[in-house]
């Protein structure tokens, strides 16, 4: 199980941060990652953590320098923190996991676990 938390909304500029914690995995083995979805858009990659790989976090061109991806193997918890938010920022986020090394970090194909989302909100 995936559950997150910490959404919510927030003015342009401002700044939240989301949680995933994660349950009945051998957490430090799998690779995690934040998505997206806006309405009547498509699941984007926002921020990966790849497992097995040399721990440099993979992030969406649109998120880099204001999102950084984190993770807590012996909280079984990663993070997303969220600065300078902006409204296109505005969208449903889930958290996702996979056992092993993804060779494609923010493509939704690549995860089979996901957590059930938490909404963002920025208002101009």
């Known amino acids: 199980d995936l559950v997150e938390s910490g959404g919510g909304s927030v003015d342009t500029g401002g700044s939240l941060t989301l949680s995933c914690v994660v349950g009945g995995f051998i957490y430090s083995k799998y690779s995690v990652a934040w998505f997206r979805q806006a309405p009547e858009k498509e699941r984007e990659g926002v921020a990966a953590?790849?497992?097995?790989?040399?721990?440099?976090?993979d992030y969406a061109d649109s998120v880099k320098g204001r999102f950084t991806i984190s993770r807590d193997n012996v909280k079984n918890t990663h993070y997303l923190r969220m600065s300078n938010l902006k409204p296109e920022d505005t969208a449903m986020y889930y958290c996702?996991?996979?056992?092993?090394?993804?060779?494609?970090?923010?493509?939704?194909?690549?995860?089979?676990?996901w957590g059930q989302g938490t909404q963002v909100t920025v208002s101009s």
């Open positions: 953590i790849v497992a097995d790989s040399d721990g440099n976090p």
């Open positions: 996702a996991a996979r056992h092993g090394y993804s060779i494609d970090p923010l493509s939704p194909d690549d995860y089979n676990n």
